[in-house]
């Protein structure tokens, strides 16, 4: 089954307006972490924010913030005034914790952002 | 920059042959992932390493193998190449890699962008 799904192939954002990635996620373990990273068109794979599941308040990072709804095994990324460079993949991934016996991170197939002038 | 390197940056090479990606972790991190992205199959955990030794697989081929040198660099080695393992290889580093640590972020390097011809 898949553990983190990712609806959204593709979404289009004026500049500086907000844009919401939609990431769901599926496990038992009630230990485990929510990540984000952009790919950007260059490939490489940039850390951007981390949300625990014991963490009682939504993790923010500058223009990134995390919308973590643990009943509704949800954890989407608010991207506010979005700029041009903010255009590229956005991957949610999990890593479970302790009745995991690997420590893998598994990802969703990703969102493209593309910002408009 | 994450601080984690590797090279090459590029690789082409034909079908039968074997290669060698080379990974350095940050400094003061002692796990090293592998991680493989095609377009088919996303972004795929491979193997772990921890502090020289084997902590984790997962889909990893078995003519793929991977190991961690002293000095923590990693390096996976791929042979008997098909066309379908043209992917873009993604070495990441953490600090531990235990089970327990969900906090545990990976940073990515760039990525080795193989083409099987």
């Known amino acids: 089954a898949q553990k983190i799904t990712q609806t959204q192939p593709g979404m289009f954002v004026q500049e500086k307006e907000a844009v919401t990635l939609d990431c769901t996620y599926d496990t038992s373990d009630p230990s485990y972490g929510l990540f984000w990273y952009k790919q950007p068109s260059s490939g490489e794979m940039i850390f951007l924010i981390y949300q625990g599941s014991y963490d009682q308040q939504n993790a923010t990072e500058g223009r990134y913030s995390l919308n973590f709804q643990k009943a509704r095994k949800s954890a989407n990324l608010v991207i506010s005034a979005s700029q041009l460079g903010d255009s590229a993949m956005y991957f949610c991934?999990?890593?479970?914790?302790?009745?995991?016996?690997?420590?893998?991170?598994?990802f969703g197939a990703g969102t493209t952002v593309t910002v408009r002038a | 920059d994450s601080g984690v390197t590797q090279t090459p940056k590029h690789l082409i090479t034909a079908t039968g042959q074997r290669v060698t990606l080379r990974c350095s972790p940050r400094s003061g991190d002692l796990s090293v992932y592998w991680y493989q992205q095609s377009l088919d199959q996303g972004l795929q955990f491979l193997i772990q390493?921890?502090?020289?030794?084997?902590?984790a697989k997962g889909n990893i081929l078995e003519r793929f193998s991977a190991q961690q040198f002293p000095d923590l660099h990693s390096e996976l080695n791929l042979s008997s190449l098909e066309l379908g393992d043209s992917a873009l290889y993604f070495c990441a580093s953490s600090v531990e890699g235990t089970g327990a640590l969900v906090t545990d972020t990976q940073y990515f390097g760039p990525g080795t962008r193989l083409t099987v011809l």
């Open positions: 390493y921890y502090n020289g030794e084997e902590r």
């Open positions: 991934a999990m890593r479970e914790g302790d009745e995991s016996n690997d420590y893998k991170l598994s």
